[in-house]
């Protein structure tokens, strides 16, 4: 369905939702970031978003983002990619070196990979804790009850550019309250940035206080 439709023409239709969503909860649309998620999309119609102005970009996996993006980012360097999937503490200096935002923090292992990378690197970039706010088995995550002394841990022990928290709500759950755990967290540790809410309820998100929606099928199309 959506995909036959140009993808600038999504892209337009998205960002006038975000807007809408954002006058409705009396936000400021301009608080609210768009993340393209591009994985798994095909070259052009991320091409098409990128020439369309767009520049913030999120990919789960670091090997398919660094195969991707080497050929964009010198076309388009002022383009900016989020990691958003989960990552293993042996790609660690790879993910740091490549990516401007790492969204996916959520264990000490990976704390200290991430900070021993950014030493070697000279630099880190941006960090998010994930917190797997339905407490689910098979999701990565911090548990909401660790999500507190994690954030500490992160910022103190570590040293980590912590700027926000990401989650993603259990698929067959109402995601308000998943959101309003995820802001509540944040409020109470002093993080600004809330990444939450993907093409299925970046809306509902965005009343809870997101900052970033993270929006892949929606904008691209179905996954190929
Ligand atoms: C794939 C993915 C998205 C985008 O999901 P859509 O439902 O296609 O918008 C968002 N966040 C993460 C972490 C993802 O892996």
């Given at each position: 369905?959506?995909?036959?439709?140009?993808?600038?023409?999504?892209?337009?239709?998205?960002?006038?939702?975000?807007?809408?969503?954002?006058?409705?909860?009396?936000?400021?649309?301009?608080?609210?970031?768009?993340?393209?998620?591009?994985?798994?999309?095909?070259?052009?119609?991320?091409?098409?978003?990128?020439?369309?102005?767009?520049?913030?970009?999120?990919?789960?996996?670091?090997?398919?983002?660094?195969?991707?993006?080497?050929?964009?980012?010198?076309?388009?360097?002022?383009?900016?990619?989020?990691?958003?999937?989960?990552?293993?503490?042996?790609?660690?200096?790879?993910?740091?070196?490549?990516?401007?935002?790492?969204?996916?923090?959520?264990?000490?292992?990976?704390?200290?990979?991430?900070?021993?990378?950014?030493?070697?690197?000279?630099?880190?970039?941006?960090?998010?804790?994930?917190?797997?706010?339905?407490?689910?088995?098979?999701?990565?995550?911090?548990?909401?009850?660790?999500?507190?002394?994690?954030?500490?841990?992160?910022?103190?022990t570590y040293?980590?550019?912590?700027?926000?928290?990401?989650?993603?709500?259990?698929?067959?759950?109402?995601?308000?309250?998943?959101?309003?755990?995820?802001?509540?967290?944040?409020?109470?540790?002093?993080?600004?940035?809330?990444s939450m809410?993907?093409?299925?309820?970046?809306?509902?998100?965005?009343?809870?206080?997101?900052?970033?929606?993270?929006?892949?099928?929606?904008?691209?199309?179905?996954?190929?």
């Open positions: 369905m959506r995909s036959l439709t140009p993808v600038t023409i999504e892209l337009d239709a998205i960002r006038s939702r975000i807007a809408d969503a954002a006058r409705a909860a009396s936000r400021d649309p301009a608080t609210i970031d768009l993340v393209a998620i591009s994985k798994q999309q095909p070259e052009t119609n991320v091409e098409a978003v990128l020439r369309a102005g767009h520049r913030h970009f999120g990919e789960n996996r670091v090997q398919e983002a660094m195969a991707r993006w080497s050929a964009f980012k010198p076309q388009f360097p002022d383009a900016r990619l989020r990691l958003v999937g989960p990552l293993q503490s042996n790609k660690a200096r790879e993910a740091v070196a490549f990516f401007d935002a790492i969204d996916s923090l959520d264990r000490p292992k990976l704390a200290a990979a991430i900070a021993e990378a950014a030493q070697k690197e000279g630099a880190c970039p941006d960090i998010l804790i994930q917190v797997n706010t339905g407490e689910e088995a098979q999701k990565a995550g911090v548990a909401p009850a660790d999500a507190d002394a994690f954030i500490a841990e992160a910022r103190t040293g980590l550019p912590v700027k926000g928290l990401m989650c993603i709500p259990p698929v067959a759950e109402e995601p308000a309250m998943h959101f309003a755990l995820l802001a509540k967290i944040a409020a109470r540790n002093g993080l600004s940035e809330l809410g993907m093409s299925g309820d970046f809306e509902i998100a965005i009343r809870f206080g997101a900052t970033m929606v993270r929006v892949g099928s929606a904008l691209f199309g179905t996954r190929t």
